[in-house]
């Protein structure tokens, strides 16, 4: 259920921006960076460019590598959103750091129920369905508990793929989602992934603690 080609959905992946990404990235401009991903996903780019890139021969596997940076940054940023909440997909864009529509729409359909504000009335909206008025129509947006485990699994999943060795400190994923370590490690389960103890370092103290890396287990890439 959450091997590569189900975190990466292709039919989303196919009208995910990602030029302006690689630019910054190729330029070493952070400022633009910071403009397009947070901060958690500016320090995976900036990873996935210095580590990985030069050994990657396939450019379709580097676009595919930059839209699930910029699909990571909006799921992040979705994950973030209160429970249910109502926008025009046209401000929801600009909130989503520019987001396309089309894009958008596609992320907020598979992670929400979406409703559609129309003369008073809120309607359910099936997934490819088109309003019937204008161009401002408003939508409501409804995350469930079992829809927001979800988005947490995807999220961690795909940060897992983008990081060196398929794998990361659960510190840093409890940092991206704001969870304690022990919230977190049934999720880490249910990816499949293994916790193995490790050591962190306190940013602030500069002492170490307790912690787990968790780390995606062999023949799990391709899945």
């Known amino acids: 259920m959450y091997g590569r080609d189900a975190l990466m959905p ?39 460019y210095e580590q990985t890139w030069d050994t990657i021969s396939d450019k379709k596997e580097k676009k595919t590598l930059l839209k699930a940076l910029v699909y990571l940054d909006t799921l992040i940023s979705l994950y973030r959103m209160p429970p249910a909440f109502e926008f025009c997909l046209a401000e929801l864009s ?40 204008g161009k401002a129509v408003q939508y409501k947006f409804m995350r469930s508990k079992e829809q927001t485990k979800i988005l947490m699994l995807h999220i961690i999943g795909i940060v897992i793929y983008l990081s060196p060795c398929y794998s ?40 170490e603690f307790d912690d787990f890396v968790a780390i995606m287990r062999l023949g799990k890439k391709a899945a």
């Open 94 to 133: 600009r909130r989503f750091r520019g987001v396309k529509e089309d894009a958008l729409e596609m992320i907020l359909q598979k992670f929400c129920t979406v409703g559609i504000e129309e003369r008073g009335e809120t309607m359910r909206r099936k997934p490819g369905s088109s309003p019937s008025t």
């Open 168 to 207: 990361a400190k659960l510190t840093f994923l409890c940092r991206i989602l704001k969870k304690e370590p022990n919230e977190l490690k049934s999720y880490c389960n249910e990816l499949g992934l293994k916790l193995d103890p490790c050591k962190t370092r306190d940013r602030e103290t500069g002492k």
């Open 10 to 48: 292709a039919s989303i992946f196919e009208v995910i921006p990602y030029k302006d990404t690689f630019e910054a990235l190729k330029n070493e401009d952070e400022d633009q960076l910071k403009e397009l991903l947070c901060g958690f996903v500016v320090s995976i780019a900036k990873g996935v």
